[in-house]
């Protein structure tokens, strides 16, 4: 009991440490947030020309908005069905204006991250790594088609999952719902206990590809290969080293603690009048975009120490011994 005790303490301390060692390759990359950040008006602006503004102009030409319509604005808005039906030419344009946009959007932030990992994955492996704007677009280049083939991928299992927990779903509800209407309090409790039982499984299936898919992209950057060798070695590496689910549980724990702190700090700046909330957003956008550098450098860390020893270059100088502590919680 109190050898699995300090193993647990023993894993936390180096999660923490790992952790600590990731702010390192993360602050020194810090023109990423500031990419990022830019990267916010840029999806605004695409927001207001390719939706908001072919939608304000179909909706205020198909009701004929004219001083009359402004003070009844019952009549204005009453018949919107046979509005929309005389204008399905124009809603069709601005679905297919909403589709473009969510594509670029998409597209956009999948580049951006292919970059990031790139770039992280570099200042984590060479200890005078320096951000590179040149460099940062072609870390994009080289991961932004494996990454997007690879989060479709995760998507097709996202999808079959939820489908195979539906069915399972209904079919244990013709079975469960009996149960669970009988007065026997033995029948209800195995009842309860089923119904406990498939939540748990489903549970675990959304953790285990959440996971899976995790350090899929970790190791598709690590070990530069393409996408669907990247999953398979993400199993191989979790079946191996089961403590890799602890451990994306404890860094994903951190950083929603971090990032609720952030917000809880946040909360008072945007109270000042004016210029609050000019200061609370981008406060909190900054600070939770570099939190989540430090994540995926903790990732990578963990990933590459657990699977070969660190060159004389890395830049967390860790040794075959931390590795072997970081991954004994089993």
Sequence with gaps: ????????????????????????PAAKNWQIVLIHFVLLFFYAFGFIILVAIPFAVIFAGSMDLNMQNIS???????????????????????????LLYLTIVSSVALYIFGATMGTLEKAVRKKNYRFGFSSFISEGNRFFGRILWLTFLLGLMLIALMICISIMAGIGSVFILPLLSSESGTVYFIGIFISLLMASVALAGFTLLAVAGAFSLVALVVDDIKAIAAFKKSLAFIQRKPSS??????????????????????????????????????????????????????????YTSSNRPFSNELAGDFTDDFADKLTDVN
């Design 245 to 302: 689910i602890l451990f994306l549980l404890a860094v994903t724990g951190i950083y929603l603690l971090a990032a609720c702190s952030v917000m809880l700090i946040t909360i008072p700046l945007g109270i000042i009048p004016l210029i609050g909330p000019l200061l609370s957003i981008p406060v909190s956008f900054v600070c939770n975009r570099f939190l989540g550098l430090v994540m995926i450098t903790a990732l990578i860390y963990f």
């Design 1 to 24: 009991m109190f050898t699995n005790a300090a193993k647990w303490k023993s894993g936390m301390l180096m999660v923490i440490d790992t952790i600590k060692k990731s702010i390192g």
């Design 72 to 98: 009844d604005p019952i009549n204005a808005f009453g018949n919107i069905e046979n509005l929309l039906v005389q204008n399905l030419a124009g809603l069709a344009v601005a679905i297919l204006a909403l």
